[in-house]
């Protein structure tokens, strides 16, 4: 799903992400963000979760190096919702 919305830069610099964006991308506040140019882009994602892999017997296991967001009902409510609404839309 794409959704695009128009915004402006303030003149700190600041960038406000909409509100149906940053809900549909499931930021909240605090949330790490990643932000890159890449040629006439900017991109903004998540950051990635730093982990360390540890040896767990013959299983490599990722931990986390600080905090995880905690993943609720309507998280996976919402994401099984998107992936419906999108296979349905491929599927037409």
């Known amino acids: 799903m794409s959704t695009a919305k128009t915004t402006s830069i303030d003149s700190a610099g600041r960038l406000v992400i909409p509100k149906e964006i940053r809900e549909a991308a499931g930021l909240a506040p605090g949330t790490p963000l990643l932000v890159r140019h890449r040629g006439e882009r900017v991109e903004i ?48």
Do not use: Y
Not at 50 to 59: H, S, Y
Not at 60 to 75: Q, S, W
């Open 45 to 92: 994602e998540p950051a990635p979760l730093e982990v360390q892999i540890e040896m767990r017997g013959r299983v490599a296991v990722a931990i986390p190096k600080g905090p995880v967001p905690r993943v609720t009902a309507e998280d996976v409510e919402r994401v099984r919702r998107q992936l419906r609404k999108e296979r349905e839309d491929r599927s037409r």
